[in-house]
């Protein structure tokens, strides 16, 4: 069973835009998500985090918004460069680690 | 440089031929994992290790060993083989098994059975 979902398979943006890449989970065991980035031919690299007791958490383009009521999670990416394109990632953890499925996100100059 | 290094990057074997996917870190870190990622299904965990000499089975063990004789290696073994083994792998690590750890990854091994 997947219990990260990750909707969409693919999103596009124009530069500058903003990018906003969501993910449902169903365990609520979990206290702990992340995002991670992913280029081709590259694995995956730590981006950003956030606890089960917070709601926000900021850092520079990038903010990871928890709503555990709904048991969802967002990474909003502003401005989107396209530098930014590339698949990414949630993981939530709880006891262990699970991956969604992955958004690629692709941001046209 | 901090990394996890894997070898091969890439293999294109048969059914039934052994192999071992190397997996080494420099960053003395305690926790080692490998996942496996299936289009659509995300990264999948293998196997996991808290530290030396103690491993154990993630989501989808079956048809993989490893083992973890040292704090910096920690190879994947796969002693038969089947096409449906056929894909990317990654090995990750990161300072200890707590998880909310953010874990450093591989470049990944893509690996075809026949």
């Known amino acids: 069973d997947q219990q990260v979902k990750q909707n969409s398979p693919s999103l596009s943006v124009q530069e500058g835009r903003i990018s906003i890449l969501n993910c449902d989970y169903t365990n609520s065991m979990f206290d702990y998500f992340l995002w991670y980035k992913k280029y081709p031919a590259e694995g995956p690299t730590f981006l950003i985090s956030i606890s089960s007791i917070k709601d926000k958490n900021e850092d520079g383009r990038f903010t990871v918004f928890l709503n555990k009521s709904a048991k969802h999670l967002s990474l909003h990416i502003v401005p989107s460069q396209p530098g930014d394109s590339a698949v990414y990632f949630c993981a939530a953890s709880g006891g262990d680690m699970r991956f969604g499925a992955g958004t690629r996100l692709t941001v046209k100059p | 440089e901090a990394q996890v290094t894997q070898n091969p990057r890439y293999l294109i074997t048969v059914t039934g031929k052994k192999l071992t996917v190397t997996c080494s870190q420099n960053?003395?870190?305690?926790?080692m994992s490998w996942y496996r990622q299936d289009p659509g299904l995300g990264l999948r965990q293998i196997y996991y290790s808290m530290n030396v000499e103690v491993t154990d089975k993630g989501d989808v063990p079956e048809g993989y060993k490893v083992s973890r004789k040292e704090k910096r290696n920690f190879p994947l073994i796969l002693e038969s083989p089947s096409p449906n083994q056929t894909s990317l792998y990654f090995c990750?690590?990161?300072?200890?098994?707590?998880?909310?750890?953010?874990?450093?990854f591989g470049d990944g091994t893509r690996l075809s059975i026949l």
């Open positions: 960053m003395n870190h305690e926790y």
């Open positions: 990750a690590s990161s300072l200890s098994g707590g998880f909310h750890q953010p874990q450093h």
